[in-house]
């Protein structure tokens, strides 16, 4: 089925490893995003990219790293894990323009435990 | 900060009743309001929008009212399902380009049998 595909699902780091949460989607979407969501709050942004080879930070990006070598792939990378991002981590692509909030798709999640 | 925040963490309905949710944000500026809905297990998925130049718009069981005056918008959904078993969030795009998307806690929708 066309989507967001996030990988893991689920993983448990300890303090100062690192980590590539894996999205990629295949409906040839220009903007990509990852949030985060904490316990009974909002998404909030960590990086975006309008396109291959072009970045941007959100509103959380310290302790996160992306990429975007091909349209399709959205990697976000920890270094150093800390207790603070045990989350849970959305990838999510849209299109451009005017509809990309009403048509933007989101993966199924992993959840991040930093012990 | 938050520009978009939610009254109440939970709401209970009964099967078949009318739910209300409810955002307040905060910009008067703020002219694109998007509500999702979120599963268990899974990631949002959008259910309607609204501009500021409009006061209601309806979708299939779905209505979104704005009110400029005071900052507040609703979410009405009509005769409540088992299915709409789930949190729902109002959002506005925000930062440079309005790329971003502005999320507000969420109100969690149980649906009782």
């Known amino acids: 089925n066309a989507g967001v595909t996030q990988t893991p699902k689920f993983r448990i780091l300890k303090i100062g490893q690192s980590m590539t949460l894996q999205c990629t989607q295949d409906m040839n979407h220009n903007y990509m995003y990852w949030y985060r969501q904490d316990p009974g709050m909002g998404l909030k942004l960590i990086y975006y990219s309008v396109g291959a080879g072009i970045t941007d930070k959100g509103e959380v990006p310290n302790g996160y790293n992306v990429s975007r070598s091909t349209t399709e792939d959205f990697p976000l990378r920890l270094e150093l894990a800390a207790p603070s991002q045990t989350s849970v981590y959305f990838c999510?692509?849209?299109?451009?323009?005017?509809?990309?909030?009403?048509?933007?798709?989101f993966g199924q999640g992993t959840r991040l435990t930093v012990v | 900060g938050e520009s978009v925040g939610l009254h109440l963490p939970t709401l209970s309905v009964q099967e078949g009743d009318n739910s209300i949710i409810n955002c307040a944000y905060s910009n008067s500026a703020s002219d694109y309001f998007i509500w999702y809905k979120q599963e268990s297990g899974k990631g949002p998925q959008f259910i309607i929008d609204?501009?500021?130049?409009?006061d209601k718009r309806q979708g299939q069981r779905v209505t979104v009212l704005l009110n400029k005056t005071v900052k507040h918008l609703s979410l009405q959904i009509a005769a409540t399902q088992p299915g709409d078993s789930a949190v729902y969030f109002c959002a506005e795009p925000s930062g440079a380009g309005s790329y971003q998307l502005t999320f507000g806690k969420g109100t969690k929708l149980s649906v009782i049998p």
């Open positions: 609204i501009r500021s130049n409009m």
């Open positions: 999510a692509s849209s299109r451009s323009g005017e509809r990309r909030w009403t048509e933007a798709f």
